[in-house]
């Protein structure tokens, strides 16, 4: 997929491994970026590479993401894949996989990155 889904749509085989076939690009360091819909709510799959963060930000409206390979973890615990987490409007952290992982995500606002303005 090149570009984001404006209609609606659906994706066959995602939790099977379907993601391996989708087009990812640069997101942060270590992480890409499927972007399945824009703008709000963002739809996108995330791939982590081993030992990739992201860092420290708060939601400013609700955050979905399904594990979908791997284990993504954040200062609240270790989420293996089937793992469904939702972060509510004002949730703060940062979030790492040791060994890599795939999530399916969805944000109904964009996220406000905090490390980042703590550098300013």
Known sequence: MDKAVE???????????????????????????????????AVALLRYAPGASVPRHVHTGL???LVLEGV??????HYPAGTLVLNPAGTVHSV??????VVLIQWERPVRFLDEEDDS
Request: aromatic share 8%; glycine share 14%; proline share 8%.
């Open 96 to 101: 790492w996989s040791r060994e890599g992982c």
């Open 7 to 41: 209609g609606p749509s659906h994706l066959d085989g995602l939790a099977d491994g379907g993601w391996r076939r989708m087009r990812f690009v640069p997101f942060r360091h270590g992480v890409d970026i499927c972007q399945l819909r824009a703008p709000d709510p």
């Open 72 to 77: 993504q973890s954040d200062e609240r615990g």
């Open 63 to 65: 955050e979905t993401i």
